[in-house]
């Protein structure tokens, strides 16, 4: 069984930065954060790997990252140059098998409201 629990939602203001964490409890092969939007589909942000490679949704390139912590088993997002469009809520989410194959395990999620 794997616990996943996100903090480091908040208010922003569009231009602005906010950094996610999400303190994993268990072993992972891959973990990563999703988003949805109020009306929209829950959809991918970013994923890692344990190896350490990572991939993005084309929308968040070259201004979010994703991070882990291999010590203290903690995945982060950090978010820069925020839009109003990143409005959501964020998920950290984590699998025992490969990235994409099936998201087994879900934190319960962290708001994130970006204001133009």
């Not at 982060?76 to 990235?99: D, G, H, I, S, V």
């Amino acid at each position: 069984q794997v616990q996943l629990q996100e903090s480091g939602g908040g208010s922003v203001q569009s231009g602005g930065s906010l950094k996610l964490s999400c303190a994993a409890s268990g072993d992972t092969r891959c973990m990563a954060w999703f988003r949805q939007a109020p009306g929209k589909e829950r959809e991918v942000v970013a994923d890692m790997r344990m190896d350490g490679s990572s991939t993005y949704t084309d929308s968040v390139k070259g201004r979010f990252t994703i991070s882990h912590d291999g010590v203290n088993n903690i995945l982060y997002l950090q978010m820069t140059r925020l839009l109003p469009e990143a409005t959501a809520m964020y998920y950290c989410t984590a699998t025992r098998a490969l990235c994409g194959s099936g998201w087994g395990y879900w934190g319960q999620g962290t708001q994130v409201t970006v204001s133009s």
